[in-house]
Structures are given as structure tokens and as C-alpha cells.
């Protein structure tokens, strides 16, 4: 078998559903990656209301264990759940991955910075909502431990800074190209600034990289997309 033949065709295996909600920070990785590879023309959303609870549903458990947007479902049924393994997907359907990086050391450093971005800051500004603010509400809101939420967003600003200091010596999270380490530090900062936790005044590397990434089509086009609003139930 060639690696061309290996290489799924969008147009084999869409439509393609996406379960997201269209606000979320997680879901906007997602969403940004596909305006990226041009590939939202592909895609039938499903809405899953976080705000009612719905992600815990047992109908929607059966489709994602752990209860988190966004899912991806192919034509066939495969699901395929993480932000992460979703747009390294997506990134390689046509063959040109322009995302998820093309040689093995590109691949490496991507994945790691992408990792990072998730732990050092999205993911705690993610557990900084849930448990240090009213979060998703007491229905989705079982447990709390408001100081465990309150360091984690103390750790969200260290994150903050760790990554305008790397950003102060190259253009983009994982080095000289646009990849989806930037889109995770993107969602971090969509995250922070739902919760209102603020970047430092003198983060001003990551502030600039922020508003360049701003400029990208992805990113406006997922801007219009939160815009348009709560999908009509
Ligand atoms: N590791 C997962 C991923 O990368 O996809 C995390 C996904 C995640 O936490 N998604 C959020 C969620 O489902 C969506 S949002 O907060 O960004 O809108 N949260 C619901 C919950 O109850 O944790």
C-alpha cells in the first residue's frame, strides 16, 4: 500500500460530525484548526449544551467517557474524542500536515508544546472555572475544592508567563511555524478570558503574539462563528 493510498480523502469520509458547543475554549481548538486546513464545509455540528449538563448525560457519555466537547464522528461512526488527536487527524487527511509538523523532530516538539500548553495553562485555567468560580453550575458542578481551583489558576499565570518568555526568542509556541501548539496556547487564552483571569501587564510577548494571531482567517472565522451566537435549540 502507498502512503498516498493510506491517506483518507476528506471528501471519502465526510459529512463528519462535530459534537462541540459553540462558545467553548476546548471546542475552538477544534473549530480554528478546521478553518485552517479549509475543512468547515465538511462538517455537521451538534450542539451539546455544557450549561444544562447535557456533556453528562448518559446518552452523551456513550459517545465520549469522559464527558468533554469536542468529539469528532466520522461517517462511519468512529469516534474520535481530545482536542489533540482530533486536529492531528484532521491535519493529516489531506497528506499536508500543516499543523501537527511533517518530519518526526517537528512532530516531537509540536506535540510537546502542545502538551504543555495543556497542562502549564489551559487545562488549569479549565480546573480554575470549575472549581474556583460557580463554574458550569450545581447541576454539572458536583464536586468543588475552591483552593485546589484557586492554585490551579495561579498555575495558569505562571503558564502565562512561561510561554511570553518563549515567545520573547521565536514567532510561534513550538518554533518558526504556526502549528497546533499556538492553537492551544489560543485556547488558553479564550479560556482566560471567559474567566476573567487576567494575562500580566508585562507578558507583552504573549500579548503581541496574541494579537497577531488575531490576524489569521482561522481565527476570525471561528470569532463569526461564536458571534452568530447559541445555536436555536
Ligand atoms: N482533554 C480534553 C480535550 O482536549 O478535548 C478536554 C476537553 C474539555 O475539557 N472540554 C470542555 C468540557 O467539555 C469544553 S469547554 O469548557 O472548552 O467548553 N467541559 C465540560 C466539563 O464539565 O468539564
Redo the contacts with the bound molecule.
Sequence with gaps: MTIASQQADASAISPMKIYD?FD????ARVRIALAEKGLLPKIDFVSVN?WTGE?KEPDFLAINYS????VLELKDGTLI????AITQYLDTLDGNPTLTGETPLEKGIIHMMTKRAEIEFLDAV?VYF?HATPG?GPK?ELYQNAEWGTKMGEKAVRGMRYFDHLLKSRPFVAGDKFSMADIAVLGGMIFASLVKLPVPEDCVALKAWHAKMQERSSVQIWRAMVEQGAPKS
Design positions: 458547543w467553548g475554549p476546548y471546542p455544557l456533556h464527558g468533554t466537547l469536542p474524542a481530545e482536542c489533540t479549565s470549575h458550569l454539572v
